[in-house]
């Protein structure tokens, strides 16, 4: 029971809303650039956008990167790299090598030039021999000398005197040159005894290039405690500019040596808790049915966390990184699935959290404003897919236009132009065209429904409606009827007319199982005729559990589903309830037979498509169509289904109500208006005559 509990408090909304909000909170704040950001952004040529700035404490004048390395690149040029020489190698192979001479008794060696063997193999050790892989590395590097490391002491050496092994056997060979001299060498096989016995040292390398590095100086002069830097218009020189950049390097540096980064830390939680917060409150107060439904906050938050870590990864990987963000994605996709006034809040909200983190926020935040409301503007119901084209195309026209005129209202120059922004507009506006894709991504993993696939939903062409027109071409006559008189009633109210058109051709497709069982359908015999009243009544109750198996199977979104489920709600087949009454007016009445299995309309489109249908269908049944007639039938079944309750759980106002009859009204009145009479012309003697053909009315 208690596991039961507990189970019921995480997954009720408002802990999930409040989980939303602290991981969002979280993951904003933890992936946000981690250093600490300068006060003040400026940028060499352009001017000094503050006031007075004088240096607050001494700090160093730090050299470009570019002239530290050019120093390094000097040092480096008459670096030697070190190696050491092993002279126990050298020692124990000449001995082994005299000990060769003297084991080979098959030759006669005399004394005198196994001396002069042993001393040349002995002065090979002293120069040093190297394996043939450094030597050749050595030969065709730049190093002109090496150093020998040598009982603590360094000496140099050309790299010319280095040996190989190779090298060192040649030189044996060249020394003696006689053939008998020759001939006891590869006798005693002078290679086994030449070993390298000088070895590259890297860390006393390491230790002496770092001991070189380190006397390169990093900076050139000295700040010092009060001493003005720049003032208020004045145009960042070169000079300046390294200043600055010294003075933001130690700024920066003092401020993360100390505990400013927890108070850092702090702020950015304060900061992104109050936009997240006043985002949740713009819901909550104006949007309380998309705030209450899990599965569409969770995909705004994740859309508004999504672009931000994007934006946050940009802007440190490069300077003007973050432009390559297409904001304008964000307003396209929420406008698309909900409204405009949510996709401009979605987008502030995100612009407004990725500020932190551009170069020059006021330039940013004006940008991308801009540019999401062009984007709202431009597309706010997104049909075709030349819409996106033509949007990307404003979007970069937008981007640019601002540009320029942020730049002249801030510089006055337009030499002042970065353009490579432009290359920058014209990438975001490329990865804008990907909203297409993500549109339909997020259609399926999310279950929304947006007006591209009502559109393509909408087609009469589709199979299973062209299978309704021509199996129920009574129903498909009626579907049409009512989506017209739906999406003009829409339109009046401000709803989504598209949706409801594209529900009301769905509607009724449950009628495909039994279509002889429904009136507009019949062709002279009756099929209920021989049935009773609560089997005929389940018969046409059950076109809606019918028309919902069949959208399953054709995977129709959630939101088709909804008319299909709720054009009749929890009302009742009136009909056979009333026939069966009127029948037996004194046996107890099963109602749950009559019933339909609901739920009633939740919203305003479903509303909408439960009035049409109830006034489409009743209008068929008058005998005379009149201003008066018509009133009345729409005012009496309206009344009746406000009456019933059905009506009760949509947002539709009595303003709405009042609209939607009298739109039902106009457009019966202008579908059955009389048609006026053709009036005969009159005949003249010669077209009495036998013979002459008389012509048929309405010709005229």
């Known amino acids: 029971m208690e596991k039961k509990r507990i189970r019921e408090i995480l997954s009720s909304t408002r802990v999930l809303q409040f989980i939303f909000f602290i991981a969002a909170v979280a993951l904003v704040t933890y992936f946000f650039p981690g250093e600490g950001k300068f006060r003040y952004t400026f940028q060499e040529g352009k001017p000094w956008k503050y006031g007075l700035l004088t240096a607050p404490f001494d700090f160093p004048i730090y050299k470009d990167e570019a002239v530290i390395q050019q120093e390094r690149d000097s040092i480096m040029l008459d670096f030697q790299p070190v190696f050491s020489i092993d002279k ?5 192979a000449v001995d082994n090598f005299e000990k060769s001479l003297a084991g080979h008794t098959d030759m006669t060696i005399t004394p005198a030039l196994r001396n002069e063997l042993v001393q040349a193999l002995s002065e090979t050790y002293r120069k040093g021999i190297i394996a043939s892989e450094a030597y050749d590395r050595l030969q065709s590097g730049k ?3 090496i150093r020998i490391l040598e009982n603590n002491v360094a000496r140099e050496m050309p790299v010319t005197e280095l040996q190989s092994p190779r090298e060192a056997y040649e030189y044996m060979l060249a020394r003696f040159a006689d053939p008998y001299s020759r001939h006891v060498l590869q006798n005693c096989n002078l290679n086994d005894f030449l070993n390298t016995n000088i070895t590259f040292d890297s860390v006393t390398t390491e230790r002496f290039k770092d001991n070189l590095l380190q006397r390169i100086a990093l900076s050139d002069g000295i700040v010092q405690a009060g001493e003005r830097i720049v003032d208020r218009g004045e145009i960042i020189t070169p000079e300046t500019y390294r200043i600055l950049k010294s003075f933001e390097a130690v700024s920066l540096k003092k401020s993360v040596g100390n505990n400013h980064r927890g108070y850092t830390l702090l702020g950015q939680i304060i900061v ?21 439904e899990m599965r569409t906050l969770g995909f705004i938050m994740m859309l508004i ?5 994007i934006a946050f990864f940009l802007s440190e990987l490069r300077l003007l990184g973050i432009y390559l963000v297409p904001f304008a994605i964000i307003p396209i996709i929420v406008v698309t699935f909900f409204d405009s006034r949510t996709a401009l809040y979605v987008h502030l909200i995100t612009v407004l959290i990725c500020s932190f983190s551009a170069p020059f926020a006021l330039e940013f935040i004006f940008l991308q404003l801009i540019v999401g409301m062009t984007a709202i503007d431009s597309l706010s119901d997104l049909s075709r897919r030349s819409q996106l084209m033509r949007c990307a195309l404003l979007v970069f026209l937008t981007y640019s236009f601002a540009y320029a005129g942020y730049t002249l209202f ?18 975001n506006c490329v990865f804008l065209l990907f909203a297409y894709l993500l549109i339909y991504i997020f259609e399926r993993i999310f279950g929304f429904i947006s007006t591209v696939t009502l559109v393509e939903l909408s087609d009469v062409n589709n199979p299973i409606l062209r299978q309704l027109s021509e199996e129920c071409p009574g129903t498909f006559q009626h579907s049409l009827q009512i989506s017209n008189l739906a999406a003009e009633a829409a339109n009046k109210i401000g709803a989504k007319a598209q949706l409801v058109r594209t529900g009301a051709l769905y509607h009724d ?16 015999f009756n099929p209920h005729t021989p049935l009773p009243f609560e089997q005929s009544a389940q018969i046409v109750i059950s076109h809606v559990n019918d028309g919902l198996k069949i959208a399953d199977k054709l995977r129709l979104p959630q939101a088709i589903k909804d008319f299909i489920a709720t054009h009749h709600g929890r009302g009742k087949a009136k009909f056979f309830y009333n026939s069966y009454r009127n029948k037996y007016p004194d046996q107890p009445v099963d109602e749950a037979k009559f019933t339909y299995p609901g739920p009633n309309p939740f919203t305003k489109e479903t509303g909408i498509l439960m009035m049409a249908d109830a006034v489409e269908a009743a209008s068929r049944s008058l005998k005379e169509y009149t201003n008066e007639s018509i009133s009345q039938l729409v005012n009496r079944i309206i009344d009746t289904q406000i009456a019933d309750g059905l009506l009760r759980d949509t947002p539709l106002s009595f303003r709405d109500v009042e609209t939607v009859k009298n739109t039902f009204i106009e457009k019966l009145k202008t579908i059955y208006h009389t048609r006026i009479s053709y009036p005969e012309l009159n005949k003249t003697k010669e077209e ?5 053909e008389e012509p048929t009315p309405g010709q005229a």
Do not use: H, W
């Open 410 to 427: 801030t510089e006055g120059d337009l030499s002042k132009l970065n353009y490579n922004m432009f290359i920058y507009f014209g990438i």
């Open 305 to 309: 966390v999504g672009i931000s870590l």
């Open 272 to 292: 992104f808790t109050c936009l997240f917060a006043f985002f949740y409150l713009f819901l909550a107060l104006f949007r309380p049915q998309t705030f209450n």
């Open 688 to 692: 009495k005559e036998p013979g002459k």
């Open 509 to 524: 497709i449950g009628k495909l199982k039994n279509p002889a069982f429904f009136t507009e359908n019949q062709s002279g």
């Open 143 to 145: 190093f002109k000398e």
């Open 88 to 92: 126990s190698v050298g020692a124990g």
